[in-house]
């Protein structure tokens, strides 16, 4: 597929973005890819697609790994004994779930507000 020229599917320049993007925020992606469903999926095909080092991303791999199992293992020790969170679990559900997307929610609108000042 790389060898190939330009597709309306596959152009050579998003792997060049994909890339240079890895270069500068690919260990910050993949810690946070852990505690977002959807982005835990894709992060380890795109870093291998934009030629992530793969020594960095084991490392950073890894170093999520013991972030998430620490974090999930004594959140759930603190807050598995709570009555409000035993009569409340779909509350609870929803807020991790909010708590989940919120990196993606807050980058997306860092984003833009920097374009909206570079713009002016």
Same mark, same amino acid.
């Given at each position: 597929? *790389? %060898?190939? +020229? +330009?597709?309306? *599917? ?9 890339? @240079? $993007?890895f270069? %500068?925020?690919?260990? %910050?992606?993949?810690?946070?890819a852990r505690?977002?469903?959807?982005v835990r ?7 291998? &697609?934009?030629?992530? +080092?793969? @020594?960095? *991303? ?10 998430? &199992?620490?974090l /999930?293992? $004594?959140?759930g $020790?603190?807050f ?6 035993q009569?409340?679990l779909?509350?609870?559900? *929803?807020? /991790?779930?909010?708590?989940? /997307?919120?990196?993606? /929610?807050? =980058? &997306? ?5 920097r %374009?909206?000042? =570079?713009?002016?």
């Open positions: 597929m *790389f %060898r190939y +020229d +330009d597709s309306w *599917f596959f152009k050579k320049a998003y792997i060049e973005r994909t890339h @240079r $993007y270069e %500068r925020y690919g260990g %910050r992606t993949i810690i946070i505690f977002v469903p959807v999926t894709y992060a380890p095909f795109v870093a291998g &697609v934009g030629q992530m +080092d793969y @020594r960095r *991303f084991f490392m950073f791999n890894a170093v999520g790994g013991v972030i998430w &199992v620490a /999930i293992g $004594y959140a $020790y603190l598995g004994t709570v009555p409000v969170v009569k409340n779909t509350l609870v559900i *929803f807020g /991790i779930i909010l708590l989940s /997307i919120s990196p993606a /929610i807050i =980058e &997306v609108l860092r984003h833009k507000l %374009r909206a000042r =570079e713009a002016q």
